[in-house]
């Protein structure tokens, strides 16, 4: 186990224990779980654990957004007992279907995820190969020096259903060994070049209708060899046939030769039907695709460029965009070069870490400025997460503003004519994807000024228009002046601040209060006949008001610090429901009014209105001891032992 060995069995202990993961894979920023049962993952404990971003359920997957220390966290859950690293199942324990669209996403995002790191890397060695080219001369592509990077970087592209094999076979919970033999036997040179060279000397044996002319035969049936190098979507559905075919396998051979005639059975069988039907077919529908969005850029390479651009990054909040990859590589492949999704979406980074940087400069707060500079710094490597996550996409405007930039910057590159000419680096390393291997770096100059305008507009917007958050209208770190708490060795009293059945922590219906590991006490069942009445349960400072009301943070003048939590997922109705009586920053005195809350209209929105009242510093004091109440607002509720 690593440095994050604490920070993985806590995720794990969080999301229901190793017992609850069907697999686990990680793409450049988040742990990317599928779980049997998400009910039974803490999101808020989670997202409040240190070193860890935030939490989206997406695509069929629970996702942890960890940052670009995700891969020694990965390693370190890998290592727990237990956990198993792959598989995809296409329901639940209790038999609910996740959907065509989560499944493909989650076996597209699954496939690639464990090999996107190494396509970068042999990205960025070919784009250093195309700037050495641009810098020294065309002849620098006849050295050797030249063909041996070009094989470190191009190997990986060139024989990418190799790769694409074995991850892909993982996900399919199928031996990794066939899936990557299935892969080598689709790039395999021979069947390539022998059907070239029937095609050149001879007539067709016939022609399959939508399919092409086929030159020789299979057992009698007609075969069409293409040439599956650099793809991506044949080897996979190919796996995902040979993995059903393997469970059938180890259900009629006897166990003791299952070893060698499992994977005999599985090869024999999905070999032959991905080269005379899988492969043909999704060739067919993959180039369809293609022809569908050049067509679309035909149409207007504008708008194609801009709406990428400027949906890029809410992709990125789901964790979708990843999953877009294939079509850009599938161009790529087919043509050389890409206009569509690595043209439209190059600028988008750049525009979100600009808007980020005019925070930046703005805010107030030191702390807040501490977070906010690597965020900067991860985003000019592309890497956006960080900053989405943890400030533009809070405060609204700035990711807007962002998004913009990314529209903008995409339609103008479209607009040029650039190209890209290899998935490569991020960010800042990404201006090399841009140089065509012959050394013509236009389009690189092209995607330069684009990026820059969008840094422009997403900083110049961000600058003007948006607001720093303040104590009346944000929540922010709540600050108590020290002269305003009084340290005694007294008990406090913690009143009741509603009406309603006291029941204990673990009988409330989220699993971040029901634990206690936002602080110990109580839950309160509210009475909905009572007028909705909120009162303050001690004598202090209210540190907090969350501008969606649902939530009140109080300091007594002891020093005890109280969260009134209204409801559970209450956050979602964005003040509905709540009309306050007081204002972050007020002083009130216990059983005061703070807030009335139609509790009425709540449950007819289908909110749970259970109410935690929890000390959230009570590692401070002794003990917190809930008392026996008769349901009456304003009674003693618990008392705090010191």
């Given at each position: 186990?690593?440095?994050?060995?604490?920070?993985?069995?806590?995720?794990?202990?969080?999301?229901?224990?190793?017992?609850n993961?069907?697999?686990?894979?990680?793409?450049?920023?988040?742990?990317?779980?599928?779980?049997?049962?998400?009910?039974?993952?803490?999101?808020?404990?989670?997202?409040?654990?240190?070193?860890?971003?935030?939490?989206?359920?997406?695509?069929?997957?629970?996702?942890?957004?960890?940052g670009?220390?995700?891969n020694?966290v990965?390693?370190?859950?890998?290592?727990?007992?237990?956990?198993?690293?792959?598989?995809?199942?296409?329901?639940d324990?209790?038999?609910?279907?996740?959907?065509?669209?989560?499944?493909l996403?989650?076996?597209?995002?699954?496939s690639?995820?464990?090999?996107l790191?190494?396509?970068?890397?042999?990205g960025?060695?070919?784009?250093?190969?195309?700037?050495?080219?641009?810098?020294?001369?065309?002849?620098?592509?006849?050295?050797?020096?030249?063909?041996?990077?070009?094989?470190?970087?191009?190997?990986?592209?060139?024989?990418?259903?190799?790769?694409?094999?074995?991850?892909?076979?993982?996900?399919?919970?199928?031996?990794?060994?066939?899936?990557?033999?299935?892969?080598?036997?689709?790039?395999?040179?021979?069947?390539?070049?022998?059907?070239?060279?029937?095609?050149?000397?001879?007539?067709?044996?016939?022609?399959?209708?939508?399919?092409?002319?086929?030159?020789?035969?299979?057992?009698?049936?007609?075969?069409?060899?293409?040439?599956?190098?650099?793809?991506?979507?044949?080897?996979?559905?190919?796996?995902a046939?040979?993995?059903?075919?393997?469970?059938?396998?180890?259900?009629?051979?006897?166990?003791?030769?299952?070893?060698?005639?499992?994977?005999?059975?599985?090869?024999?069988?999905?070999?032959?039907?991905?080269?005379?039907?899988?492969?043909?077919?999704?060739?067919?529908?993959?180039?369809?695709?293609?022809?569908?969005?050049?067509?679309?850029?035909?149409?207007?390479?504008?708008?194609?460029?801009?709406?990428?651009?400027?949906?890029?990054?809410?992709?990125?909040?789901?964790?979708?965009?990843?999953?877009?990859v294939?079509?850009?590589?599938?161009?790529?492949?087919?043509?050389?070069?890409?206009?569509?999704?690595?043209?439209?979406?190059?600028?988008?980074?750049?525009?979100?870490?600009?808007a980020?940087?005019?925070?930046?400069?703005?805010?107030?707060?030191?702390?807040?400025?501490?977070?906010?500079?690597?965020?900067?710094?991860?985003?000019?490597?592309?890497?956006?997460?960080?900053?989405?996550?943890?400030?533009?996409?809070?405060?609204?405007?700035?990711?807007?503003?962002?998004?913009?930039?990314?529209?903008?910057?995409?339609?103008?590159?479209?607009?040029?004519?650039?190209?890209?000419?290899i998935?490569?680096?991020?960010?800042?390393?990404?201006?090399?994807?841009?140089?065509?291997?012959?050394?013509?770096?236009?389009?690189?100059?092209?995607?330069?000024?684009?990026?820059?305008?969008?840094?422009?507009?997403?900083?110049?917007?961000?600058?003007?228009?948006?607001k720093?958050?303040?104590?009346?209208?944000?929540?922010?770190?709540?600050?108590?002046?020290?002269?305003?708490?009084?340290?005694?060795?007294?008990?406090?009293?913690?009143l009741?601040?509603?009406?309603?059945?006291?029941?204990?922590?673990?009988?409330?219906?989220?699993?971040?209060?029901?634990?206690?590991?936002?602080?110990?006490?109580?839950?309160?069942?509210?009475?909905?006949?009572?007028?909705?009445?909120v009162?303050?349960?001690?004598?202090?400072?209210?540190?907090?008001?969350?501008?969606?009301?649902?939530?009140?943070?109080?300091?007594?003048?002891d020093?005890?610090?109280?969260?009134?939590?209204?409801?559970?997922?209450?956050?979602?109705?964005?003040?509905?429901?709540?009309?306050p009586?007081?204002?972050?920053?007020?002083?009130?005195?216990?059983?005061?009014?703070?807030?009335?809350?139609?509790?009425?209209f709540?449950?007819?929105?289908?909110?749970?209105?259970?109410?935690?009242?929890?000390?959230?510093?009570?590692?401070?004091?002794k003990?917190?001891?809930?008392?026996?109440?008769?349901?009456?607002?304003?009674?003693?509720?618990?008392?705090?032992?010191?």
């Amino acid at each position: 186990m690593g440095k994050y060995e604490k920070l993985a069995n806590d995720i794990v202990k969080e999301i229901g224990g190793t017992e609850n993961v069907r697999s686990v894979t990680h793409c450049i920023t988040r742990l990317r779980f599928v779980l049997k049962d998400e009910k039974k993952a803490a999101d808020e404990t989670i997202k409040n654990m240190k070193g860890v971003v935030t939490v989206m359920h997406s695509a069929g997957q629970y996702q942890v957004v960890i940052g670009n220390q995700v891969n020694d966290v990965y390693e370190d859950v890998i290592a727990i007992p237990g956990m198993p690293v792959s598989g995809a199942e296409e329901e639940d324990d209790s038999g609910e279907k996740k959907g065509v669209l989560n499944t493909l996403m989650d076996i597209i995002s699954g496939s690639f995820s464990p090999i996107l790191a190494v396509l970068c890397a042999g990205g960025i060695i070919k784009g250093l190969n195309s700037l050495f080219v641009f810098l020294l001369g065309s002849s620098f592509n006849t050295t050797g020096t030249y063909m041996i990077l070009n094989a470190a970087g191009d190997a990986i592209f060139t024989f990418l259903p190799v790769a694409l094999g074995y991850s892909s076979a993982k996900k399919f919970k199928l031996n990794p060994m066939i899936g990557m033999v299935i892969g080598l036997a689709l790039c395999y040179p021979n069947i390539q070049t022998d059907a070239l060279s029937a095609a050149a000397k001879g007539k067709a044996l016939g022609t399959i209708p939508l399919l092409g002319s086929y030159y020789k035969t299979f057992l009698g049936i007609p075969f069409i060899s293409g040439n599956y190098t650099s793809t991506v979507v044949p080897v996979i559905v190919v796996n995902a046939l040979a993995a059903k075919l393997e469970k059938l396998g180890k259900k009629f051979i006897p166990q003791v030769i299952q070893n060698f005639f499992v994977p005999l059975f599985v090869l024999i069988v999905a070999i032959p039907l991905g080269f005379l039907i899988i492969g043909p077919v999704v060739s067919f529908l993959t180039n369809l695709l293609m022809n569908g969005f050049q067509a679309l850029y035909k149409a207007s390479p504008v708008a194609t460029g801009a709406v990428v651009g400027f949906f890029w990054q809410a992709l990125v909040i789901f964790g979708l965009h990843w999953a877009l990859v294939p079509l850009g590589l599938m161009n790529l492949s087919n043509l050389g070069y890409d206009t569509i999704l690595f043209t439209g979406m190059f600028g988008a980074s750049f525009a979100q870490t600009a808007a980020l940087f005019a925070m930046y400069l703005k805010m107030k707060d030191p702390d807040e400025k501490a977070l906010a500079l690597p965020a900067v710094i991860s985003g000019i490597c592309g890497v956006t997460e960080p900053s989405i996550y943890g400030f533009t996409l809070p405060a609204k405007k700035p990711f807007i503003f962002s998004m913009i930039g990314g529209g903008v910057a995409g339609g103008l590159i479209n607009a040029l004519g650039a190209k890209c000419y290899i998935y490569g680096g991020l960010g800042a390393f990404g201006f090399t994807n841009y140089i065509s291997p012959k050394g013509d770096a236009y389009s690189s100059i092209i995607v330069l000024i684009a990026t820059a305008i969008a840094m422009v507009i997403g900083f110049v917007l961000t600058w003007f228009f948006y607001k720093p958050a303040t104590a009346n209208d944000a929540p922010v770190t709540p600050v108590v002046p020290e002269t305003n708490v009084v340290t005694t060795d007294e008990d406090t009293d913690v009143l009741a601040p509603l009406a309603g059945k006291v029941i204990d922590l673990a009988e409330l219906k989220d699993a971040a209060f029901g634990s206690g590991a936002l602080g110990q006490g109580v839950g309160i069942e509210p009475d909905v006949t009572k007028d909705g009445a909120v009162y303050a349960p001690v004598s202090g400072v209210v540190t907090t008001l969350f501008p969606t009301y649902h939530a009140i943070g109080l300091t007594s003048d002891d020093g005890v610090e109280v969260l009134v939590h209204v409801g559970l997922n209450t956050v979602e109705l964005n003040g509905k429901g709540f009309s306050p009586k007081i204002k972050q920053g007020d002083h009130v005195k216990a059983g005061q009014l703070m807030m009335n809350v139609d509790f009425k209209f709540l449950k007819d929105n289908g909110y749970e209105i259970q109410t935690p009242v929890v000390i959230t510093n009570t590692p401070n004091f002794k003990d917190v001891v809930p008392q026996a109440t008769t349901g009456k607002a304003k009674e003693v509720v618990m008392k705090i032992i010191k």
